[in-house]
């Protein structure tokens, strides 16, 4: 019955974030074949919630071929690459940012009455509880803070900070006119 607010809190965009996002080299592949990338579930999905159909990538890119999906801004070698992509295709990170940009967008106008989806461009750096039972996130760089009823932590990717060992090797290498690769 209440109205529910969800905030998406990082510094990327919504969607693709950093890891797919769109001014990437357009070099750089998915390690998925097209056929295996979609957000949306089917009828083969066993899940609590609600079913949301939707098209797998290669399905998104023939529904521009087809004109049945628009998708604004595309440059022209998105749409090259849309227009040429199988299920088997590689894609490339940028035309996969372009989808899950699409599809978050999709996801986020189709939200259930009474639940609002909403991106806050930032970075997390504190969490703590409050007397009320509710938390506090802190932003970073002074950008203020959030106070929400529940906070669900999704990491994703982080960064790895070299060991001490990894480190030594690096300047071992560095100083020998070699270069090191750590794992």
Request: proline share 7%; charged share 20%; aromatic share 6%.
């Amino acid at each position: 019955d209440a109205d529910l607010t969800v905030l998406l809190i990082d510094p990327y965009p919504a969607g693709p974030g950093r890891v797919w996002r769109c001014n990437q080299p357009r070099e750089l592949q998915s390690n998925s074949i097209a056929a295996n990338l979609t957000m949306f579930t089917d009828g083969s999905v066993t899940c609590e919630g609600p079913i949301l159909p939707g098209p797998s990538l290669p399905e998104w890119a023939e529904g521009i071929r087809d004109g049945s999906i628009a998708v604004s801004g595309l440059s022209r070698d998105l749409m090259a690459e849309a227009e040429s992509l199988g299920e088997w295709s590689y894609p490339s990170r940028r035309l996969v940012s372009a989808y899950l940009a699409w599809a978050f967008e999709r996801i986020s106008s189709g939200a259930p009455r009474g639940m609002t989806l909403r991106h806050v461009q930032g970075l997390a750096a504190s969490i703590r509880d409050l007397p009320s039972g509710q938390q506090e996130i802190g932003l970073a760089d002074g950008q203020g803070r959030v106070v929400a009823d529940a906070v669900v932590l999704a990491v994703g990717h982080l960064d790895a900070e070299p060991t001490s060992e990894e480190r030594v090797l690096a300047q071992f290498a560095d100083e020998h006119g070699g270069f090191y690769l750590p794992s």
